[in-house]
């Protein structure tokens, strides 16, 4: 369903990606994981287009190549949702406001049914008696929730989540996680760059380590995690494990 | 060199030059009646630097949400003529900018008094403001941007939903600062002949030789009508921040 090919992204001089290719299939679920400036959340923005990959990258969605121009751009950010680290919440909208914005703003949807929907994604995520508060008076682990039910307000076909859980206070992480993984659970196609072992143990298809702009390793987290064959991966992973 | 100037300071011709004192003509009394039977009729006057502060304030939010908007622009074309802008009218006085619009040009144009100094206040506070919403759109986290961009919103959507009511209610404190100080600018119209209260009371000041009394009437007016803005700006952060 989505497709990266020879994905080059440069900083300057800094080479960041080095061509990345990368299929993920319709129902499945990739972790990223990898060292810190690997290129992770680069690669993530890319697929989004929030950075520009380089010429000659290529990003395909159900075989149509996506091209570097406003419409195309725009067409795939609403089928592709992203989820923060930081969450990123609109701090002057109330938490439904939130995830009515981009039904209503970008798919022109009446406010009704945006608001119904909207209660719903809530409900889905654990947080419709939360639906009249702002974003600063909720805990890490409902802002991260309201953010997944943000992305979700858009019925996207792809979910991109950027090390959701890293920003937050360790009893908070698993009722994020839980969320992710009833999401991948119900089908949703995700690529999520997490260090959470057991979130990838639990949902993910496949695993993909990074390094150095590059993926030197995938397989399905058994093998990952249990066997890696490249020393880069290996060194990694006994650093994860360790922690 | 020590002994020579100490000399100088202390003749008597020299404090002569500077001051001259002169109690003889100094009455209490009578300064006190001439200072509170004529502070009422001050009230035309006072009127007329609200309204050319409100109409030139009025201008210059205009002014400086476009050249702000422009400021910020990733295109060129919009933000040079922005920065010159504001270069221009920062680093020249107000006066001399009023003297341009109401003497200066008339070759080509004459705009009457009153006009010409809500132009010129406009103008002038134009560039501050614009520097003002400049500073806060650039405050707002870059996350937000993401976010919206990430729900498929253009970008001039984003501003328009998303950056700009942040930003918004980030200026009001520094927008407040700039319209107290564009209240006391006002005072620089009595030089082109509106009878602005600096301008009244100096008439009536030189005709009943009470001119400190009335500089005193209209230094009461102005503290009145800053407290006004002040009070009233305070009342717009407190809905803000509750809304
Ligand atoms: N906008 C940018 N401008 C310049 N350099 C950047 C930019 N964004 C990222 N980089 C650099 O690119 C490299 C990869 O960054 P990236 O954020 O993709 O790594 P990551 O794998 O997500 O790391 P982390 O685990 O710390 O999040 C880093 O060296 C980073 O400094
Ligand atoms: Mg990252």
């Known amino acids: 369903m989505i497709l990266l090919e020879n994905i080059k992204k440069n900083f300057g001089k800094l080479k960041v990606l080095k061509g990345v290719d990368l299929k993920v299939d319709e129902g499945e679920v990739v972790v990223i994981i990898g060292p810190s400036g690997s290129g992770k959340s680069t690669l993530l923005r890319c697929i989004n287009f929030l950075e520009t990959a380089e010429k000659g990258s290529r990003i395909s969605i159900d075989g149509k190549v996506i091209h570097r121009q406003k419409?195309?751009?725009?067409?795939?950010?609403?089928?592709?949702?992203?989820?923060?680290?930081?969450?990123?919440?609109?701090?002057?909208?109330?938490?439904?406001?939130?995830?009515?914005?981009?039904?209503?703003?970008?798919?022109?949807?009446?406010?009704?049914?945006?608001?119904?929907?909207?209660?719903?994604?809530?409900?889905?995520?654990?947080?419709?008696?939360?639906?009249?508060?702002?974003p600063q008076m909720l805990s890490g682990g409902q802002k991260q929730r309201v953010a997944i039910a943000r992305a979700l307000s858009m019925n996207p076909q792809i979910m991109l989540f950027d090390e959701p859980t890293s920003a937050l206070d360790p009893e908070?992480?698993?009722?994020?996680?839980?969320?992710?993984?009833?999401l991948a659970r119900e089908g949703m196609?995700?690529?999520?760059?997490?260090?959470?072992?057991?979130?990838?143990?639990?949902?993910?298809?496949?695993?993909?380590v990074m390094d150095d702009g590059l993926i030197i390793?995938?397989?399905?987290?058994?093998?990952?995690?249990?066997?890696?064959?490249?020393?880069?991966?290996?060194?990694?992973?006994?650093?994860?494990?360790?922690? | 060199m020590e002994f020579l100037s100490t000399n100088i300071l202390l003749s008597s011709s020299f404090i002569d030059w500077i001051v001259n004192i002169n109690p003889s003509l100094f009455s209490m009394g009578e300064s006190l009646k001439a200072i509170i039977t004529r502070f009422p009729t001050f009230w035309k006057a006072g009127l007329i630097t609200l309204q050319l502060t409100s109409a030139g304030i009025l201008f210059g939010l205009l002014i400086g949400l476009l050249f702000g908007l422009m400021r910020v622009s990733e295109i060129k074309f919009m933000?040079?003529?922005a920065k010159a802008y504001i270069f221009l009218i920062r680093g020249t006085p107000l006066l001399l900018q009023l003297f341009i619009i109401y003497y200066g040009i008339t070759s080509i144009i004459t705009i009457r008094s009153f006009p010409s100094a809500v132009i010129a206040l406009g103008i002038h506070n134009g560039a501050y403001i614009a520097e003002i919403f400049r500073g806060a759109i650039q405050s707002i986290d870059k996350?937000?941007?993401?976010?919206?961009?990430?729900?498929?919103?253009?970008?001039?959507?984003?501003?328009?939903?998303?950056?700009?009511?942040?930003?918004?209610?980030?200026a009001i404190p520094s927008l407040g600062n700039q319209f107290?100080?564009?209240?006391?600018?006002?005072?620089?119209?009595?030089?082109?002949?509106?009878?602005?209260?600096?301008?009244?009371?100096?008439?009536?000041?030189?005709?009943?030789?009470?001119?400190?009394?009335?500089?005193?009437?209209?230094?009461?007016?102005?503290?009145?009508?800053?407290?006004?803005?002040?009070?009233?700006?305070?009342?717009?952060?407190v809905h803000f921040k509750t809304s």
């Open chain 1, 71 to 134: 419409n195309d751009i725009n067409m795939l950010r609403r089928n592709v949702g992203m989820v923060f680290q930081h969450f990123n919440l609109f701090p002057h909208m109330t938490v439904l406001q939130n995830v009515m914005e981009g039904p209503t703003q970008v798919l022109h949807m009446k406010k009704d049914k945006a608001r119904k929907q909207g209660i719903e994604l809530l409900e889905k995520v654990g947080l419709a008696d939360k639906h009249n508060a702002y």
């Open chain 1, 172 to 182: 908070l992480v698993g009722e994020v996680i839980e969320v992710m993984a009833d």
């Open chain 1, 189 to 208: 196609t995700m690529i999520v760059v997490t260090h959470e072992m057991w979130f990838a143990k639990e949902a993910a298809d496949r695993v993909c």
């Open chain 1, 217 to 243: 390793e995938e397989g399905t987290p058994e093998q990952i995690f249990d066997s890696p064959t490249t020393e880069r991966a290996q060194q990694f992973l006994q650093k994860i494990v360790v922690n």
């Open chain 2, 79 to 81: 933000r040079y003529p």
């Open chain 2, 143 to 170: 996350g937000q941007m993401e976010a919206a961009r990430s729900l498929g919103m253009s970008k001039t959507k984003a501003m328009e939903r998303i950056i700009m009511p942040q930003a918004f209610k980030r």
């Open chain 2, 180 to 237: 107290i100080i564009a209240l006391k600018d006002s005072s620089l119209a009595s030089t082109i002949t509106i009878s602005e209260l600096l301008l009244r009371a100096r008439q009536i000041g030189n005709t009943h030789f009470i001119l400190m009394e009335m500089l005193i009437v209209v230094a009461i007016w102005y503290l009145i009508l800053t407290s006004l803005f002040t009070y009233l700006i305070h009342r717009l952060e």
